[in-house]
């Protein structure tokens, strides 16, 4: 069986690990510190938290930002079930928009969907893709849209309009403008869960990237001590002979990165650029050459002037091709020992969001792209002879299903 994403846990991984275990501090600390920083040298941002999941990182900024019953935060239709749930967890309403046939969320529909209750919009780079941060700044700083925003906490009067938080949980070591995805946005966030490019089994990372009048080095301070409880000393900082008295200033989240883990993310970045970002690009290529000259296949956008994917999810779609017919395709394909995956089931058929009134019929195009799509198994083990038998399996089982 050719599975779809596993993760490369080689010696390396496992004696970093052991390093960590043995080094007495196995929870967040010096390592977590050292792959924070090389995060932010990576991203060219000043600031950096490492967290212990996307969602949990994301949740705590929106909590930060105030995100309260009563608020309107716009998410892409087609997405993780995550980037809505945290709007629901903050009591919010999620207003969806749909996408362009790169994935992304169309930029042009969000304007009507800007109301006086929106506060942030989650933008997700799905597949690995960043989405147009230009056009959405732009949109955002328009003054009309500016006009209408009604700043009712401290961080909201400082930066005057929607919060951005990208969904960076696919791009990491995407670029945008020539520029690594991390500093397009007011908060980008990355997950390091085990079927991520770069993970640290499960965990995330949090750039800061405010405006003035922010200081991003005092918002790292502030998210760090509510990833912590709203602790103002933490576990190694507690270590410290006779410092044990601490205070709380908030009711925080616990959402720590742990050193154990962040050793998995530092041996994961040390290899990235050279090792991880190549050998995803070169699958990418390999099923665009082996598939994009059958007229039933359209092959991913992964590179334009503007914008190169993280070669995350291979987001191949099948011209002509009923939902039925896309679920047969896939049967078939099981059947001969290749895993592959749908990316996504838009949210307005999960069951929850469909309890809530959410209609895909309203979203034509995400529609549209879920039906006929497919993702392909992209991880660094995949030998070109699996790439080649993954092509072979893929194009008998369509031309058996097609006719
Ligand atoms: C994986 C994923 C998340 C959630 O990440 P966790 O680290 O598991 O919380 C959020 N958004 C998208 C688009 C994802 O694929």
Not at 123 to 152: Q, R, T
Not at 204 to 230: D, Q, V
Request: glycine letters at 4%; hydrophobic letters at 40%; charged letters at 25%.
């Amino acid at each position: 069986m050719i599975p779809f994403s596993p993760p490369r846990i080689d010696d390396k991984i496992i004696k970093e690990v052991t390093v960590a275990l043995q080094s007495g501090w196995i929870t967040t600390g010096p390592r977590t510190k050292l792959f924070e920083k090389k995060i932010a040298e990576y991203c060219h941002v000043s600031d950096v938290l490492a967290v212990n999941s996307w969602t949990a990182g994301a949740e705590l900024l929106l909590y930060w930002y105030g995100i309260k019953e009563g608020d309107e935060v716009i998410v892409p239709v087609y997405t993780y079930c995550a980037t809505a749930n945290i709007v629901r967890h903050r009591g919010a309403k999620v207003v969806m928009v749909d996408v362009s046939t790169d994935f992304g969320i169309d930029v042009s529909k969000i304007e009507k969907h800007i109301t006086a209750r929106t506060k942030a919009i989650i933008p997700v780079d799905v597949g690995g893709l960043p989405i147009d941060y230009a056009a959405l700044n732009a949109l955002l700083n328009k003054k009309s849209v500016k006009d209408l925003f009604i700043a009712e906490t401290e961080n909201q009067q400082k930066l005057g309009r929607i919060l951005v938080l990208s969904d960076a949980a696919h791009s990491f070591g995407a670029s945008y403008n020539q520029k690594k995805v991390g500093s397009q946005a007011d908060f980008t966030v990355f997950s390091f869960h085990a079927v991520k490019n770069l993970t640290t089994a499960e965990g995330g990372a949090i750039c800061i990237n405010l405006p003035k009048p922010f200081e991003n080095e005092e918002i790292y301070k502030i998210l760090n001590t509510l990833s912590l409880h709203g602790q103002n000393k933490d576990a190694l900082a507690k270590t410290q002979k006779g410092n044990w008295e601490y205070d709380v200033i908030d009711a925080g989240f616990k959402c720590n990165m742990t050193d154990i883990l962040a050793s998995i993310g530092l041996v994961e970045l040390e290899r990235y650029e050279t090792e991880t970002l190549p050998k995803r690009k070169e699958i990418f290529k390999m099923y665009s050459e082996g598939l994009a000259n059958f007229d039933w296949a359209i092959v991913p956008e992964y590179h334009n002037n503007m914008k190169e994917s993280s070669y995350h999810l291979y987001l191949l779609r099948i011209k002509n091709c009923s939902k039925a017919q896309r679920d047969l395709i896939i049967q078939e394909i099981f059947n001969q020992d290749v895993s592959v995956n749908v990316h996504y089931k838009p949210l307005p058929l999960l069951s929850y969001y469909k309890s809530l009134g959410y209609e895909l019929n309203d979203f034509p195009i995400a529609k549209e792209l879920w039906e006929n799509e497919i993702s392909l198994p992209v991880y660094y083990e995949l030998t070109d002879e699996q790439i080649n038998r993954v092509i072979e399996v893929v194009v008998n089982a369509v031309n058996k299903i097609l006719q």
